[in-house]
């Protein structure tokens, strides 16, 4: 259950309004990243259909107390986009060892780490691989190793029809033929995972576009489906079934229809040490729907 937060929500910046930047990682890759604020230092990951932007609310509340340290995933937004045609360079590890690299290219030992969507499982991974660069972490509606066979499962492959859909060639086509089909497709996502009839104002869905028609983002995204979500993918390996004691807090948005929260039962198989609050009147896209729930939840969690 949700308590009335003291943070006002956040007005909206556009992304030129915020500061860029780019590093050449030691893992082959080029990534773009916002970054913002002062302390120690914390890391967020964007899902999918997203990118660095979708933490836009929250960036600058959280400033005042941390490092805010803001990527593009491998694939996304303004990174590198490794070649289109290899998906094994789109593996879920690979995004995983690029936060680690990350870390070492701005000279932080440590760092907070939160995840939603595939930053999710990206969290997951990392705080097991690399367990000793993470203070805390945080992750927005959890997903387990043991998440495929409900995803692809009755009667929830009817919501999963999507990640089968990006395994085609046409998949890209079709959604990046134009404008228009663009937004429809990303749209259709957008509020549906949403507790909200619409997430975003056509100002924000414009921006969304934005970023989806730059060279390479579509094929990206899906890239991410084909490596690590298609009916013979392996995304995860023995060390993800490995019990974590690393504090963890878990928010959960009662209305995600994707991720839902009645997977909640199946955390104790992985962590030892969480908090678990199920949001009431949020759905997926926790960081846009209650940006004040997730600022001050991290705020408290990790100062």
């Given at each position: 259950?949700?308590?009335?937060?003291?943070?006002?929500?956040?007005?909206?910046?556009?992304?030129?309004?915020?500061?860029?930047?780019?590093?050449?990682?030691?893992?082959?890759?080029?990534?773009?990243?916002?970054?913002?604020?002062?302390?120690?230092?914390?890391?967020?990951?964007?899902?999918?259909?997203?990118?660095?932007?979708?933490?836009?609310?929250?960036?600058?509340?959280?400033?005042?107390?941390?490092?805010?340290?803001?990527?593009?995933?491998?694939?996304?937004?303004?990174?590198?986009?490794?070649?289109?045609?290899?998906?094994?360079?789109?593996?879920?590890?690979?995004?995983?060892?690029?936060?680690?690299?990350?870390?070492?290219?701005?000279?932080?030992?440590?760092?907070?780490?939160?995840?939603?969507?595939?930053?999710?499982?990206?969290?997951?991974?990392?705080?097991?691989?690399?367990?000793?660069?993470?203070?805390?972490?945080?992750?927005?509606?959890?997903?387990?190793?043991?998440?495929?066979?409900?995803?692809?499962?009755?009667?929830?492959?009817?919501?999963?029809?999507?990640?089968?859909?990006?395994?085609?060639?046409?998949?890209?086509?079709?959604?990046?033929?134009?404008?228009?089909?663009?937004?429809?497709?990303?749209?259709?996502?957008?509020?549906?995972?949403?507790?909200?009839?619409?997430?975003?104002?056509?100002?924000?869905?414009?921006?969304?576009?934005d970023n989806f028609?730059?060279?390479?983002?579509?094929?990206?995204?899906?890239?991410?489906?084909?490596?690590?979500?298609?009916?013979?993918?392996?995304?995860?390996?023995?060390?993800?079934?490995?019990?974590?004691?690393?504090?963890?807090?878990?928010?959960?948005g009662q209305g995600?229809?994707?991720?839902?929260?009645?997977?909640?039962?199946?955390?104790?198989?992985?962590?030892?040490?969480?908090?678990?609050?199920?949001?009431?009147?949020?759905?997926?896209?926790?960081?846009?729907?209650?940006?004040?729930?997730?600022?001050?939840?991290?705020?408290?969690?990790?100062?």
């Amino acid at each position: 259950m949700t308590t009335a937060s003291s943070f006002a929500t956040p007005a909206v910046r556009r992304p030129e309004e915020f500061s860029h930047n780019e590093i050449q990682l030691s893992t082959g890759v080029k990534i773009h990243y916002v970054r913002e604020g002062s302390g120690p230092p914390l890391l967020l990951l964007h899902g999918w259909p997203g990118f660095w932007w979708e933490w836009s609310k929250v960036v600058a509340p959280l400033a005042e107390h941390f490092d805010v340290i803001v990527p593009d995933l491998r694939g996304f937004g303004d990174s590198e986009k490794p070649d289109l045609g290899d998906i094994s360079q789109y593996t879920l590890d690979h995004a995983t060892d690029d936060q680690a690299a990350l870390l070492d290219e701005l000279g932080i030992d440590e760092a907070y780490v939160v995840g939603h969507d595939y930053a999710a499982i990206i969290v997951h991974k990392f705080i097991r691989k690399f367990r000793n660069r993470v203070i805390k972490a945080a992750i927005f509606d959890p997903i387990t190793p043991d998440f495929g066979e409900f995803y692809f499962g009755i009667p929830h492959v009817s919501e999963s029809w999507y990640s089968q859909f990006h395994q085609t060639d046409m998949s890209v086509e079709l959604v990046s033929s134009s404008r228009t089909a663009c937004k429809i497709y990303f749209t259709h996502f957008m509020n549906h995972w949403s507790y909200r009839d619409e997430l975003l104002t056509d100002d924000e869905m414009e921006i969304y576009v934005d970023n989806f028609m730059k060279a390479g983002n579509i094929h990206g995204g899906f890239n991410y489906y084909r490596a690590n979500l298609s009916m013979t993918s392996a995304p995860w390996n023995e060390l993800d079934d490995e019990v974590t004691d690393l504090p963890v807090t878990i928010l959960w948005g009662q209305g995600d229809t994707v991720v839902p929260s009645l997977l909640a039962d199946r955390l104790p198989k992985y962590y030892s040490n969480y908090t678990l609050e199920i949001v009431e009147d949020a759905g997926h896209f926790m960081m846009v729907e209650k940006p004040d729930i997730v600022i001050e939840r991290l705020t408290a969690a990790f100062k």
